[in-house]
């Protein structure tokens, strides 16, 4: 069969196309597919602990957050407690689930291969106020619990 020359040129230009289309479409999921077994990597680092006893007694944790994955990571507290000496159920020093980010907000976001810093207020029973300041001051106040994460609408629960 013989073909013009502008017939050929029409077919290469759509081969080229067609190229273009499967290998960004394969970059995209091949990165999105790397950064959901990265998810792993998340750190949450909790740098300051402060207490807060007002009408409503809270203990505000500062976090650096760290991202290694490639793509943006949408985070939501879900259970972080503070705890003296070790994260057990008997040495919990503040109410379970009620950990909420201190601006207010549900979520906040941490850019790919970044860190962000936020704060998580966890209600505090009136009765271990002065429990948890001595934890805190001795340094004897472990943080841990779990937050929600979303990556590329794909969720999943990391460790704090």
Do not use: Y
Request: charged share 20%; hydrophobic share 40%; net charge neutral.
């Amino acid at each position: 069969m013989v073909r013009s020359p502008r017939t050929q040129r029409v077919l290469l230009l759509l081969l080229a196309g067609c190229l273009v289309v499967s290998v960004a479409s394969f970059a995209a999921t091949a990165t999105g597919q790397l950064a959901w077994q990265q998810r792993d990597g998340l750190a949450f680092t909790p740098t300051d602990l402060s207490v807060s006893d007002g009408d409503e007694p809270t203990v505000a944790i500062e976090f650096t957050v760290t991202n290694p994955t490639g793509v943006p990571v949408t985070i939501r507290p879900a259970v972080i407690g503070v705890f003296d000496g070790s994260a057990e159920a008997e040495n919990r020093l503040v109410s379970a689930r009620t950990a909420r980010l201190a601006d207010g907000s549900g979520t906040f976001r941490v850019p790919a291969r970044g860190s962000t810093e936020t704060t998580v207020l966890v209600d505090l029973p009136r009765e271990n106020v002065e429990r948890t300041r001595a934890a805190i001051a001795d340094g004897r106040a472990v943080v841990s619990g779990t937050v929600t994460a979303e990556l590329r609408d794909r969720r999943f629960s990391a460790d704090v």
